[in-house]
């Protein structure tokens, strides 16, 4: 009877459901990772903890529910300023559904397509953090190179991409190669505007640059100090390097100032983030241009990520 418990306990999901609202509130290992939800008074956290403990992916806080608790997040935000209507968005890894929810309340008339290839966080993140989906804002259950080479065929195109699959240690190697980010570049339209999610350390870092480099050419490597994470930023990806223009500092200023209103229940601080944004257009490289671009044939990110 022990042993039958036991193996009850080790292959099952999990809830646990605490009275007073704080601690574990799910666990359940899904097929690509173990997914915690945890609560700390008015804090909701989701965590992917199949290698790191401290990865959460996504928070909500319950008294201000469309406070963005990240930093990266309000970063990926940047993205407005470049073109602040986009009509058709696709965002790689759904998480809490943080990104999803706010772009659709902010742009209620776009077309917002999430890939998620794990079910189970997408039942997570509609029972615990309030994801919902309709007829613009729609979710598919797949792996996101298979949604890309898929969605190429259907000639579909999108103004604005961001990429921001984890998978509770970082990355999947799949979703940082070469031939993954040509992949999406295919899939902007011309004026179209690329986001990434990644770690600023590790040595992982110079050969995942230069993967973007690769394929892109420059890019705006925005980074702070009050976060591990870097946001890449690469308006107009579709087109080659010469043929793109960036907005002037004043303009910068202006589309902030026209975004502050909308994004102030978000906690974003648009003004300060242009300030920043704008501070990256002349940076050098500041990692080593001789590291070797990731590709479908070499990705050893796991190992590299633990440099």
């Known amino acids: 009877m022990r042993l039958y418990l036991l193996a009850m306990l080790l292959c099952c999901p999990m809830a646990f459901a605490a009275p ?4 574990v509130l799910h666990e359940e290992r899904s097929l690509y990772t173990r997914i915690l939800v ?11 903890t199949l290698i790191r403990s401290d990865s959460n992916q996504s928070c909500l806080d319950l008294a201000q529910p469309k406070r963005l608790v990240f930093t990266y997040a309000k970063m990926t935000l940047t993205a407005l300023l470049f073109n602040p209507t986009p009509e058709r968005i696709l965002i790689v890894g759904l998480g809490g559904g943080t990104l999803p929810m706010a772009l659709g309340e902010l742009l209620p008339n776009a077309i917002i397509d999430t890939v998620e290839i794990d079910p189970a966080v997408i039942r997570v993140a509609t029972e615990y953090f309030g994801y919902q989906t309709n007829s613009q804002n729609r979710i598919f259950t797949e792996d996101a190179r298979v949604f890309g080479k898929r969605a190429r065929i259907r000639g579909e195109q999108y103004d604005l991409i961001i990429l921001d699959a984890f998978n509770g240690d970082y990355i999947p190697e799949h979703l940082m190669t070469v031939e993954f980010l040509s992949e999406m570049r295919a899939l902007l339209t011309r004026q179209g505007t690329l986001v990434a999610n990644t770690f600023s350390s590790s040595n992982l870092y110079h050969h995942e640059s230069n993967s973007y480099r690769e394929v892109f050419g420059k890019f705006l490597n925005y980074r702070r ?3 591990g994470n870097r946001v ?5 990806a ?4 010469a043929q793109r223009t960036l907005p002037t ?7 902030a100032a026209a975004l502050q209103g909308p994004l102030q229940p ?9 300030r920043e944004v704008f501070a990256t257009y002349n940076a050098k490289p500041d990692w080593n241009l001789r590291k070797k671009p990731l590709s479908d044939q070499y990705s050893p990110a796991n190992l590299l990520r633990s440099r």
Do not use: M, S, W
């Open 266 to 274: 978000y906690d974003v601080a648009i003004d300060k983030l242009a």
């Open 238 to 241: 579709q087109l080659p390097e």
């Open 38 to 48: 945890h609560q700390h008074n008015d804090l909701r956290c989701l965590k992917f």
């Open 249 to 255: 500092k004043r303009q910068l200023t202006t589309q």
């Open 20 to 23: 007073d609202n704080t601690g």
């Open 225 to 227: 100090r009050d976060t």
């Open 232 to 236: 890449i930023l690469i308006p107009q």
